[in-house]
């Protein structure tokens, strides 16, 4: 039986709540610094916000075809109604909306405690994986977008709560997979978390063979009831064949290089984790020792289990199969496996860092490659702001020139470059002879972690050797 408290943690309430406040009061400063719909599939919270339209209008068959009608990010769109409401309905920009969305983003973390302590451990473990996922770089930037990937994360993680449920009942399966499918509609490339997550709820049973088989009937029927009950409601309401939309959707995720699958999830997480990556490896090298030695601990295994499975799905899928191209957005899913597993390592208590002194280091270490990581996303300008910005700068020099009694400067004369999403690569500009740069900033698409959201290796490379930067010119004559 582990221990339950520690001197340095008395309080694990206050301090849960303390990484909960933090994490959420971090997104929220990301949240106004703007970069929402800055990416194509942002356009899709549209769908639910037409929706609440047409509720307020009484147009309830438009509604449902707004959220149901197609297969992508399905789920997504049907929970975007909540916030979605009191945007139309108070006139409230999209920043409330992401308010809204960072909470389920922040509630990963608490999930992770959750998930950990399940699992039996002590407080100062639980803690530490807490700490470790909101100190995941991966886990925040995206909190600024309009994306569905970490309300999926959500759905996905409470479906992995579930299933790990000691002496589950039948109906602890069922909700299992009912989770898992309100995450796999939410998005798609989720499914990988969901599988391990039940294949997990199933293995658990053994050596009862009977008992997982019964696990597995309930969670599949938990897992596919509900979503071919969605299939024959927009059949029949809408005559929408939503299944074919499926398999149409599912195979667009092609943009980029099949054969990098292994590739992109090694790059992507160093460029947007750096030293966290170290963490991570050593974690995973100290329990594979500690096996080498005789140590035997289920839930170390567990958790190493969940990232090579994903990991190895990704790979599989993209690098053999040629179903789908792994992004960023897919390797994330992994994040939550590895915050576990640095708990358990650095803050278990029989390891070497029990102790106050080193825990104290590996928070402090934790924390500061957090400060480092998420001081890129903080510093991102985004076209929109960035072409505020400019007016507000040219106003000034068209100012300053009646003021001097000079003419004011022809409205043409100034030109704001690469302030657009930038796609396929960027095309060489045709500048005037002589112009003088009055704002520059660097463009969002030099945020290295974005180059694995679609762009292929071909791609990423032109863009590295491509000045991308935002810029407000001056033509001079």
Known sequence: MEERSSSSFRRPWRWLAGILAVSYALRVILIYQGGYRFWADESRFGYPLEAVACILRHEWLAALR??????????????????GYFQIRYHLGYEFSLLFLALLSTCNIAWVWLISRRLGAGEPEALGSALAMACANSMFYWSRHLMPYDVALFWALACLYVALKPGAHWYDSLWAGILGCIAFVTYNGYWTLVGVALAAHVLLAWPRFWLGVWRAL???GGLVGPYFLLLY??????DVYLLQSYLTFSGSINQGDFNDGHRVIA???WHAETMMVVVWLAAVAWVLVRAFRGGNDRRAWLYLGGVVAIIASLVVGANVMEKFVVYGRLARQVVPFLALLTGYVFFHPGSFWSARGPRRLAVGCLVAIATWNFAGPLRLSFPAPFEVEGSKVIAAVQAEATNEGRPAVPRERFRFLYTTF????????DLPPKYRVLLARPHPLEYQPYMYEGFGREQRAIFRRSDIRMRLIQVED
């Open 218 to 220: 309930w969670a599949l």
């Open 422 to 429: 930038i796609w396929p690569s960027p095309t060489a500009l």
């Open 233 to 238: 409601v927009a059949l029949w309401t809408l």
């Open 267 to 269: 790059e992507y997480f």
């Open 66 to 83: 707004n959220v149901i009608g197609s297969a992508d990010h399905l789920g997504f769109k049907v929970l975007g109604i909540i916030p």
